[in-house]
């Protein structure tokens, strides 16, 4: 038996190319049309965007995260400490940070201050910045952020030195054999450890703005109380610098103007003295014990003529 097939009036019809592209400009002029009027359909979200709000709110949680963990109340308290996770430490090692936390993971504490790790952190010499969070399942993350050593610094006469960041502060001894490449501070005498030094912290602004002047880099910067204030001694260049306490980088100008005019006394000269305003004092120290026979020996030169 043949099966019955429904007539050709109940099929759909088929269109041709010419009466589908016909269609497909309606459909967009109906949607022009009402676009304009503002009845437009809303857009469906581009995948992009939709991308960007859903990473939008992720980083939204993690905020609130750590928000939450600095309460800690929603985890637990009263759980036992079971790990101390360290970030950021690179010249000490994790049970160093830890150690300086007084943080021991196998005593399982369960009321754990903060605030008082932190402090206790950033009273250690090489921890400028300390953050302690708790994290769900017993876990205590330590995220610190160390000194970066910029100067050798010690008092005239001393063989002790200590290690400088680029606030002015000494932090901890310089080892036995130190980093070569590091700037030497010369100060009247020993500075205190963990507090920020006003004139260590210019030394070595002044030290790191040298290239710009076409200058060498500084070896040496003394510092002294009197009216001498701060010398240099650079690279490659033999007579030591006398700057005084103030208008450095005029000063610096004339020291690159005189070096650039390769006047043959700058470097026969042991000083070079720019504390006079226009003018370059050559001195040529004698030694001690000829220092009273000739009294030394100063000329004037125009540092800022050739």
């Not at 007579?239 to 026969?268: H, M, N, T, W, Y």
Request: hydrophobic content about 45%; cysteine-free.
């Amino acid at each position: 038996m043949i099966p019955h097939r429904g007539s050709r009036s109940n099929r759909r019809p088929i269109r041709t190319r010419a009466e589908t592209r016909a269609e497909t400009r309606r459909s967009r002029a109906i949607f022009h049309l009402q676009r304009v009027r503002g009845q437009a359909p809303p857009k469906r979200t581009p995948r992009a965007l939709f991308a960007a709000a859903a990473a939008l709110a992720l980083a939204a949680g993690a905020t609130s995260g750590v928000s939450l963990a600095r309460g800690s109340e929603w985890l637990a308290p009263d759980a036992p400490l079971v790990d101390v996770s360290v970030v950021g430490a690179l010249h000490l090692g994790a049970l160093d940070v830890a150690t300086a936390a007084a943080i021991d993971p196998r005593a399982g504490h369960a009321e754990i201050s903060l605030e008082e790790i932190e402090h206790r952190l950033e009273a250690h010499a090489w921890i400028a910045h300390a953050r302690a969070l708790r994290l769900p399942g017993g876990r205590l993350l330590l995220n610190v952020e160390e000194r970066v050593p910029a100067a050798l610094v010690g008092a005239g006469g001393s063989d002790q030195r200590f290690l400088a960041d680029a606030s002015g502060t000494p932090f901890a001894e310089a080892p036995a054999e130190p980093d070569s490449s590091l700037l030497r501070i010369v100060t009247p005498g020993t500075p205190p450890l963990l507090e920020p030094h006003a004139e260590i912290a210019r030394a070595i602004r002044l030290a790191r703005d040298l290239p710009s002047f076409g200058l060498s880099p500084a070896t040496e910067i003394a510092l002294a109380n009197d009216p001498t204030g701060l010398t240099l001694r650079l690279e490659g260049i033999a007579p030591r610098v006398v700057l005084g306490r103030d208008d450095f980088d005029s000063k610096l100008k004339e020291l690159a103007r005189l070096f650039a005019a390769g006047v043959p006394d700058v470097a026969e000269a042991g000083e070079i003295d720019l504390r006079f305003a226009d003018q370059a004092v050559l001195r040529n120290e004698p030694l001690p014990e000829e220092a009273e026979i000739s009294g030394g020996d100063a000329r004037m030169r125009g540092a800022a003529h050739t």
